[in-house]
Structure formats: C-alpha cells, structure tokens
C-alpha cells in the first residue's frame, strides 16, 4: 500500500518563475493539505483540498493556487516565484472526517 | 493571537535515559494533540495521537500526557537510543469539517552514546 506521493524531490527555479508541485495521496484517502516548511521551522498549512474545492486556507498569498482532481491527487501552483519560497513543501493525506494524516516526503524547491 | 511553543534548543540526552520534550499551547482548544517525527529533508512521520479528554497515551517506548488545564503535552521517549535522535513535532487538530493540523516549531534530540 503506497503512502504518499510527492513530484519532484528536489527542483531549482529562477525568481519570478512558475512552479506545479504535485501529489497523490495514500490509498483511501480522500483529503490533501499542504504545508511550507522553512529550515528550522515547523510545518506551514498552505491550503486544503477535499472533493476538488478549496476547503481552508492559510496565511498565503494568492501566488499559492492549488488543484485536487476526481482521483484525489493533488498540485500546488506558486506563480512569480520569490527567495523566501525556498523550502521544503510537503503534502498530507487524510480522511475527511479522520484524525490521521500521512505525509509525502516532501518536494525541495530552491528558488535562485 | 494562538501560539503552539516547543523548546527550539536541541535535546541532548545520554543512551538509556528518559528524554521528555514539551509542548505548550495558547488561544486554542485543540480537539486532538499529535506528536511526530522528523528526520532531516523527509517528511514527518506520525507517531501517536491523544485526545481532549484522555490524560495519558502509550505506544511501546513513548508516553504523551496531556493537560488541557495548563494548555501543555508531554512526550516521553523511554530508554532511549541514538535511532530516536530526530526533530520532534507537536501538532494540534480542531474538531470539524475544515479541520486543519497547525505544527510547533519542533525539537531536535540528539540521543548520544
């Protein structure tokens, strides 16, 4: 049984660039969040996807834009891409009504 | 404005002793709190979960408490090895359609030999 799926692992991007991040989540599950992570920080909830629409939403600019299709998977848009981009990006499955989240190993996004 | 406080120093602790991390929490009333793992470039791996209304939690080596009065988890790692050595989360989860987890900032424990 898969967990979750993150695409890339590592990606290097120039400033004002355009990145898509994708993941699939572990089998079953029907939700996707996302979350910035910065060195030495915690986790950051950018946003949350559940039957293909915008659930929540955290304290992040409307450059963050994110997609969930009919087979759960998900992507995470970043348009005009800035330094403080840079971070680890990670993507969490879950069950709608549950308590458990299964997290992607992340997708290493350096911006230049 | 709501703030989830972990100790940023790193734990350092000796192989075979009890390492106890904290969580302090302010302006919420999380419904479930949540402690994971992390090791470095990965992402966080969950370890155990506790509810509002239980005190207390075991899983093999590892104990939560959790005091809603004084808004605070802690997570104990028994006899622990340098394998524990990671970043230590604690996230809290509000009941609800929308439910969200929200992360501290994390501990690092260095267990050495």
């Known amino acids: 049984d898969a967990g979750v799926t993150q695409s890339p692992t590592h990606l290097i991007k120039t400033r004002g660039q355009q990145v898509t991040l994708r993941c699939s989540p572990k089998?079953?599950?029907?939700?996707v969040s996302w979350y910035q992570q910065a060195l030495g920080q915690g986790p950051q909830f950018i946003f949350q996807y559940y039957e293909e629409e915008e659930r929540q939403r955290g304290n992040f600019p409307d450059r963050f834009s994110g997609h969930q299709f009919p087979n759960y998977s998900s992507e995470l848009n970043v348009n005009a891409l800035l330094l403080g981009d840079s971070a680890l990006y990670l993507c969490?499955?879950?069950?709608?009504?549950?308590?458990?989240?299964?997290f992607g190993s992340g997708t290493r996004l350096t911006v230049v | 404005s709501q703030k989830i406080e972990q100790n940023s120093e790193a734990l350092n602790i000796q192989e075979g002793k009890t390492a106890t991390l904290t969580c302090n929490y302010t302006n919420y009333s999380p419904a479930y709190l949540q402690w994971y793992r992390q090791d470095p470039g990965r992402g966080p791996v969950f370890l155990l979960l506790i509810r509002e209304n239980e005190k207390e939690k075991r899983k093999e080596r590892l104990k939560v408490t959790f005091d809603t009065t004084l808004k605070q988890s802690l997570f104990h790692i028994t006899a622990s090895q340098p394998a524990d050595s990671a970043t230590y989360l604690c996230?809290?989860?509000?009941?609800?359609?929308?439910?969200?987890?929200?992360f501290g900032t994390g501990t690092r424990l260095q267990v050495t030999l």
């Open positions: 969490a499955s879950s069950l709608r009504q549950g308590t458990g989240y299964t």
């Open positions: 089998s079953g599950h029907d939700t």
């Open positions: 996230a809290l989860l509000n009941t609800g359609t929308a439910s969200k987890l929200t």
